[in-house]
């Protein structure tokens, strides 16, 4: 090969990677957290429904989480120190009572984690890394009144 032709394939290279490099800088970047979701201390069930049961209706509340509001927060402060996360400068940590709202919730009804995600707004990649924490954190709480037989 002479030496234009191959001065030419380098310039025909060189300008397909910067077209390469150009196109990549167009695309649109990916949401860090989805909108609807952002709305969870607006909307989500613990900061609206949860609230309005234990003010209004205390049947409802124990229908909804299979406990009553003074059985949840009991259960709360024995098992919040473990399943509370700190605060990051990237996002605020998912507090302790939704966490066990929605365990409290998957128990008793056994809905699928993608119901759960839009009934409390908390994305089902998240529920499925708490939930077995929560549920370490309550069995650890209740071993003294849990009686397995061998």
């Known amino acids: ?14 300008e397909m990677i ?3 490099h150009k196109k990549r800088g167009l695309k649109k970047k990916k949401e860090w957290v989805r909108k609807w ?4 201390n607006n909307l989500g069930v613990t900061n609206t429904l949860i609230k309005e ?5 205390h049947k409802s509340f124990y229908n909804f989480l299979r406990m009553n509001e003074e059985m949840f ?9 473990r399943i509370q996360k700190e605060d990051t400068v990237m996002r605020n940590a998912l507090p302790a009572n939704l966490k ?3 365990a409290c919730r998957f128990l008793a009804t056994g809905d699928s984690l993608a119901s759960l995600q839009y009934l ?3 994305p089902k990649c998240s529920i499925s890394k708490f939930l077995p924490e929560v549920f370490d954190a309550i069995y650890e709480a209740l071993q003294d009144y849990i009686m ?3």
């Open 73 to 81: 927060d009991t259960l709360l402060n024995k098992v919040s120190k």
């Open 18 to 20: 910067l077209l390469k």
């Open 53 to 57: 049961l234990a003010i209004e209706d």
């Open 100 to 102: 066990l709202q929605v």
């Open 1 to 14: 090969m002479s030496e234009e032709v191959v001065i030419s394939m380098i310039r025909v290279i060189g």
């Open 37 to 40: 979701i952002q709305r969870r």
């Open 148 to 150: 397995v037989r061998i």
């Open 120 to 122: 409390y707004r908390v």
